[in-house]
């Protein structure tokens, strides 16, 4: 399995690089920057966020920062299109284009993003190969115009890693480590198979993009701890457990257990081969809605700074919306239905997913579906039909869907499917995702297409 999925990433890397050379039209004066070749940057990006095993939260940080860069720089001449500076927070006004000099603001933009993706990555060499190659291409193609926007892109990138070095990320790297609980039955305890410590427990320190703080839409407490069986807890606990038992009768027939394992986007599954232990590699949750951006844009036909503004304004809100379901996870700091299924129902029972390494309420996949699915339903429209691809490459069929709402509804009850979460850390998580949602398409007044 490990050599198929290297197989997979090796053959996606030779066809976004493929699209960046192929999309450069050399009969022009002036380099051509297609939506494609944006496609394609971000694609490299999640391909090497997938090979690193960035954790979802930080997967969603390194999504956010490169397409704000990239935005900005095209908001200067796109009267549609207001710049982000008075919305953000502590974003400046990036440096101005000086109109006097051959500068392609898309071309500007499209290195913007790869510089500042260099950044935030392990594997920064990997973008580095693909540069190497397309300077040299669009250096012989208008030398005078690659320079000068280059130049200019390193400004625009310069101002955000400034910004961006001031959001607390480097200060939770130093903090202590989360500490469990084992004498409250209630809190988190890590779970099997490889027993991870909880990540991220201060991601609620990080500096929100557009929220006010991490605890703005913090949701209604979970359901009351009591493993007595008239309670609501162990009612949602027994749920779990016997929808997993009902799902797994039919086997590879069952629409559940598909739902649950197109939704996985766990970075951190761990397989046993006798003494040895690997991670498989995945795509997080922000991931696949940042795929499914590309699926919207391509199929709307959305131009260059159309398709920058929804990776943007819907990566915004994947960011935020994991500081604030962090926040409440470890504040709530909930036990998973795994531990207690096998503790005082089945001690051999198995959930149909990897349970990830952090606390269970609320689910992450809910927030930010909900989020996601607010703003794309925003630019795109309340019944947008499309085939989500994304999970393609890991070996999972398409799955189509009528709308953004009815994609997030199905990623939040897939972890319950799945086993992982309770009904409540679905529902909630859902609805908390919504009103962040909400929240963005006000505060950056996104309009439809």
């Known amino acids: 399995m490990r050599f198929l999925i290297k197989q997979i990433l090796k053959t996606r890397y030779t066809i976004i690089l493929a699209v960046f050379i192929c999309s450069c039209n050399p009969s022009v004066d002036s380099i051509e920057i297609t939506p494609e070749n944006y496609h394609a940057s971000v694609d490299m990006v999640s391909e090497i966020m997938i090979h690193d095993i960035f954790s979802p939260p930080v997967a969603s940080r390194v999504f956010a920062y490169p397409n704000v860069a990239a935005y900005e720089i095209l908001a200067q001449e796109d009267s549609t299109f207001k710049s982000l500076s008075n919305t953000i927070s502590s974003l400046q006004q990036i440096p101005k284009a000086n109109k006097d000099k051959s500068i392609n603001l898309k071309l500007a933009a499209l290195i913007a993003h790869m510089e500042t993706s260099k950044m935030l990555v392990f594997s920064e060499e990997k973008l580095t190969t693909v540069q190497d190659s397309l300077f040299k291409s669009w250096q012989k193609m208008n030398e005078k115009e690659f320079i000068a926007s280059k130049n200019y892109a390193l400004s625009v990138v310069k101002h955000i890693k400034n910004w961006m070095d001031k959001d607390n990320y480097s200060q939770t790297r130093t903090m202590e480590k989360f500490t469990v609980d084992a004498k409250d039955p209630a809190r988190w305890?890590?779970?099997?198979?490889?027993?991870?410590?909880?990540?991220e427990p201060h991601w609620n320190k990080i500096r929100p993009f557009v929220l006010q703080s991490a605890?703005?839409?913090?949701?209604?407490?979970p359901p009351k701890f009591s493993l007595e069986k008239d309670s609501d807890f162990y009612k949602e606990l027994e749920e779990v457990y016997t929808t997993s038992q009902r799902i797994t009768e039919n086997g590879d027939n069952s629409e559940e257990i598909a739902i649950a394992q197109f939704w996985d986007c766990n970075p951190f599954v761990s397989v046993t081969?006798?003494?040895f232990m690997f991670a498989t590699k995945k795509i997080s949750p922000g991931?696949?809605?940042?795929g499914i951006v590309k699926i919207a844009t391509r199929k709307s036909q959305a131009n260059f700074m159309q398709t920058v503004n929804a990776y943007t304004k819907t990566s915004l809100a994947i960011a935020d919306a994991f500081i604030s379901c962090w926040d409440e996870k470890y504040r709530s700091n909930l036990i998973r239905p795994e531990t207690l299924i096998n503790q005082h129902i089945d001690q051999d029972w198995l959930p149909i997913l990897q349970t990830p390494p952090f606390p269970e309420y609320t689910s992450g996949h809910s927030v930010v579906s909900g989020a996601a699915s607010y703003v794309l339903t925003s630019i795109?429209?309340?019944?947008?039909a499309f085939d989500d691809t994304t999970e393609i490459p890991f070996g999972l069929p398409v799955r189509s869907y009528t709308s953004f709402n009815a994609a997030a509804d199905e990623?939040?009850?897939?972890r319950m499917y799945g086993g992982i979460h309770y009904r409540a850390a679905v529902e909630?998580?859902?609805k908390q995702g919504k009103k962040i949602g909400?929240?963005?398409?006000?505060e950056l007044a996104i309009e439809p297409l």
């Open 215 to 221: 605890a703005q839409f913090k949701p209604i407490p």
């Open 189 to 199: 305890q890590p779970t099997p198979p490889a027993y991870m410590e909880g990540i």
């Open 287 to 290: 991931a696949h809605w940042i």
């Open 411 to 414: 990623a939040a009850i897939s």
């Open 438 to 442: 909400k929240y963005f398409v006000k």
């Open 428 to 430: 909630v998580g859902l």
């Open 273 to 275: 081969r006798g003494h």
């Open 380 to 384: 795109f429209g309340d019944n947008f």
